[in-house]
């Protein structure tokens, strides 16, 4: 192997390992500090409460090997991250909740949505069409543990008729299960079929309430 190539290959795992554990540390001293520098006390705004308690979920889920998933509803973003990394922004184009009381609290993904394959062709060896991003599904439902659905849809502008039969669904899931916490996400359709393909079974997520 090229000698010059190892040592950047080096550098780069160096620059990673330490940007992590940078932002372990920013996090882990930002919790620590917050309490003795900020007392709790009955006129403490719960905007503050609420950074401290994201910031300490996602100390947590960033000490995993694995992915997670940061819905930011102010900002209209759903973001997937890894150690604190952001490695991939989905814009919102306009959502809806129910219950956001309920959303202060971690979730886990039961299942990936189902992809549809497309059909063998008589003869043909199936593995000459392998699953595309073109596969994904364009509008698709996820939940969550504890009593968490979200209805992922693209535009009216994109696909009207799918914008429509979501929402139809959309009232019907929340007339059928009102207990239940439901939000809508609206995604272009590009982005959409994106967030579909880098679902896994399992996936934690934290949700960003609106701001009061």
Partial sequence: MNPDLTHHSSLITHHFSLTRHFFFAFAFCTVLLAAPLFPASAE?????????????????LSARPQLYLLLDLP?????????????????????SVSHESELRRLFKLQARPSVP?????????????????RHMPMAFE?????????????????????????MLRDWYQ???????????????????????????????????????
């Avoid at 059909?119 to 991003?133: C, F, M, S, W, Y």
């Fill in 142 to 166: 996820l939940n969550f543990d504890p009593n968490l659905t979200i209805l992922v849809t693209p535009p009216w502008e994109d696909q009207p008729w799918l914008w429509i039969k979501t």
């Fill in 75 to 95: 900002d209209r973003a759903l973001i997937v991250k890894s150690h604190g990394m952001e490695l991939r922004r989905f814009p919102i184009e306009a959502w």
């Fill in 44 to 60: 403490e705004p719960a905007p503050f409460h609420e950074a401290t308690r994201l910031l300490e979920e996602e100390v947590r």
């Fill in 174 to 212: 929340r007339t059928r299960h009102p207990m239940m916490t439901h939000i809508r996400l609206v995604l272009r359709t590009e982005a959409g079929q994106s967030l579909a393909w880098v679902l896994l079974d399992g996936i934690a997520l934290l949700v960003k309430p609106p701001q009061e």
């Fill in 117 to 133: 394959r497309p059909k063998a062709v008589p003869g043909q060896d199936p593995t000459l069409d392998p699953i595309e991003l």
